[in-house]
């Protein structure tokens, strides 16, 4: 499934992206799950009266981006829930992904508790997340642990809605960059996130992650990486 030269791409770059890791039927059941998660915030947010229709005639694609233009800030409340439901648990932990990640942290793995379903809605500021290493988020000495990141789309991903970035070789030196806080930056209110500052990312090194649907990009925890803004119609 991971080619020797993929492998290599990791160790040199900080990442990799592996094609048709999953099929669509592997993938299916957890955007079921996450339709049961819509749906039920659907039906909550009726009652309070934030919104004036469920939009249930809508697919996983679409209904959550019509809930949010009624409204704003959907996709945030259900991104903060964090609501690992049995089929995403699954895949969290498939064979698959494990036998990939051993080729460079070994048999002895352990799952990060870290994880997230990103439910990207259509120019949705603060689901975009600006350039950052994922070890700046962990305390101090944990960029010394291996721990690669799987990142799996639900559907094709491209510039236009919101695919990732990545700047090959940032990982070295190994070490976690100068990163600032948006909600003290000012630049997006009530953000969560950290950030590298755009001067100190290298334009002509930047790549974007176009990968289809079962595809997975494994991210190095060192490597500088984002996602770009949503301008589809769709969730991404």
Same mark, same amino acid.
């Given at each position: 499934?991971? !080619?020797?030269?993929?492998?290599?791409?990791?160790?040199?770059?900080?990442?990799?992206?592996?094609?048709?890791?999953?099929? $669509?039927?592997?993938?299916?059941?957890?955007?079921?799950?996450?339709?049961?998660? *819509?749906?039920?915030?659907?039906?909550?947010?009726?009652?309070?009266?934030?919104?004036?229709?469920?939009?249930?005639?809508?697919?996983?694609?679409?209904?959550?981006?019509?809930?949010?233009?009624?409204?704003?800030?959907?996709?945030?409340?259900? #991104?903060?829930?964090?609501?690992?439901?049995?089929?995403?648990?699954?895949?969290?932990?498939?064979?698959?992904?494990?036998?990939?990640?051993?080729?460079?942290?070994?048999?002895?793995?352990?799952?990060?508790?870290?994880?997230?379903?990103?439910?990207?809605?259509?120019?949705?500021?603060?689901? !975009?997340?600006?350039?950052?290493? $994922?070890?700046?988020?962990?305390?101090?000495?944990?960029?010394?642990?291996?721990?690669?990141?799987?990142?799996?789309?639900?559907?094709?991903?491209?510039?236009?809605?919101?695919?990732?970035?990545?700047?090959?070789?940032? #990982? &070295?030196?190994?070490?976690?960059?100068? #990163?600032?806080?948006?909600?003290?930056?000012?630049?997006?209110? $009530?953000?969560?996130?950290?950030?590298?500052?755009?001067? $100190?990312?290298?334009?002509?090194?930047? *790549?974007?992650?176009?990968?289809?649907?079962?595809?997975?990009?494994?991210?190095?925890?060192?490597?500088?990486?984002?996602?770009?803004?949503?301008?589809?119609?769709?969730? &991404?």
């Amino acid at each position: 499934m991971i !080619t020797e030269e993929q492998i290599e791409q990791y160790h040199l770059e900080g990442y990799t992206i592996v094609e048709n890791v999953f099929a $669509d039927n592997e993938l299916d059941p957890v955007l079921s799950e996450f339709e049961e998660i *819509v749906n039920e915030f659907a039906e909550r947010a009726f009652i309070n009266k934030k919104i004036k229709n469920k939009y249930e005639n809508e697919n996983v694609f679409k209904r959550l981006a019509k809930i949010e233009s009624e409204f704003q800030g959907s996709s945030v409340l259900i #991104h903060h829930k964090g609501e690992l439901k049995p089929n995403l648990a699954k895949l969290w932990g498939s064979k698959k992904i494990l036998d990939i990640v051993e080729k460079w942290v070994g048999p002895d793995i352990s799952g990060h508790p870290v994880w997230n379903i990103r439910s990207k809605t259509p120019n949705t500021v603060r689901m !975009t997340v600006p350039w950052h290493q $994922d070890s700046a988020y962990l305390v101090e000495g944990a960029e010394k642990t291996i721990q690669p990141a799987a990142w799996i789309p639900f559907l094709d991903v491209n510039k236009n809605n919101g695919c990732m970035q990545v700047v090959p070789g940032g #990982h &070295r030196p190994e070490r976690v960059l100068n #990163h600032k806080l948006e909600k003290k930056d000012g630049s997006v209110k $009530d953000s969560w996130y950290l950030f590298i500052e755009e001067k $100190d990312i290298p334009d002509e090194k930047v *790549v974007t992650c176009e990968m289809k649907v079962g595809s997975v990009l494994f991210l190095h925890q060192l490597v500088p990486h984002r996602s770009l803004e949503n301008l589809s119609d769709d969730v &991404r």
